[in-house]
């Protein structure tokens, strides 16, 4: 069974420019997360998606953080504009139940 | 105050040791505690969740709740230079809440020297 998997695998971007990040979860989990963490700090919750449905996006930073996920299969994570505070590695999970139990690699994003 | 405190390590011991990891919490209402395991560059690796209080235990590991101290940890018996890692605790108060938001601690580097 393929695991999660997470593209880009690292992103470089400019303060202002926008940067989308994509997860596949493993087929048939229909819970997708979201979490973030910033250099130094804990891993924090972003949003949880049952199937294609948001279903807590409290973590969601500002409006500048957009995420969809087409079909209830894979995700993306938008930001535009990205700022500097952005920076950090970003992780999907996907489960079949409310664990989060399979992690992908993470994304890191650097703003600069 | 953060909701979860982790000590960051590192933590060194020999190979063979009884490894103790702990976290501490601020929030009754958290009812599922999970222990993940992260190698550098990787993404975490769930090895236990516990519902409630109690112990669980698998193989080399057992996770402890103790929810009236507001206390977790994770024991691992006979541990292996395999097991240097970094350590994360996470909680959810999923019944309070309605929903599956898992609060992290900032987790503990581990070593185990051969």
């Known amino acids: 069974e393929a695991g999660v998997t997470q593209f880009p695998s690292h992103s470089v971007i400019e303060k202002g420019q926008t940067v989308t990040l994509r997860c596949d979860p493993i087929?048939?989990?229909?819970?997708l997360y979201w979490y973030r963490r910033v250099m130094g700090k804990e891993i924090k919750f972003l949003l949880h998606?049952?199937?294609?449905?948001?279903?807590?996006e409290s973590g969601m930073p500002n409006n500048r953080f957009l995420a969809e996920r087409t079909g209830g299969t894979y995700s993306t994570l938008k930001v535009q504009p990205a700022e500097l505070e952005d920076s950090g590695v970003y992780f999907c999970a996907s489960s079949r139940g409310s664990v989060a139990e399979y992690f992908g690699p993470g994304t890191r994003l650097t703003v600069t | 105050q953060k909701e979860v405190e982790q000590d960051p390590g590192p933590l060194s011991v020999p190979e063979g040791a009884i490894v103790s990891l702990n976290c501490t919490y601020s929030?009754?209402?958290?009812?599922?505690f999970m222990w993940y395991r992260q190698y550098s560059r990787k993404g975490p690796e769930l090895l236990m969740y516990t519902y409630s209080s109690g112990n669980k235990e698998d193989g080399r590991f057992t996770a402890q709740v103790d929810k009236s101290s507001k206390y977790i940890s994770l024991f691992i018996r006979d541990s292996q230079p395999s097991d240097s890692a970094t350590y994360l605790c996470a909680m959810s108060d999923a019944f309070a809440s309605g929903t599956y938001k898992y609060i992290f601690g900032t987790g503990t580097r581990l070593k185990v020297l051969a």
């Open positions: 998606f049952v199937k294609e449905s948001k279903q807590d």
């Open positions: 087929s048939g989990h229909d819970n």
């Open positions: 929030n009754s209402a958290f009812q599922y």
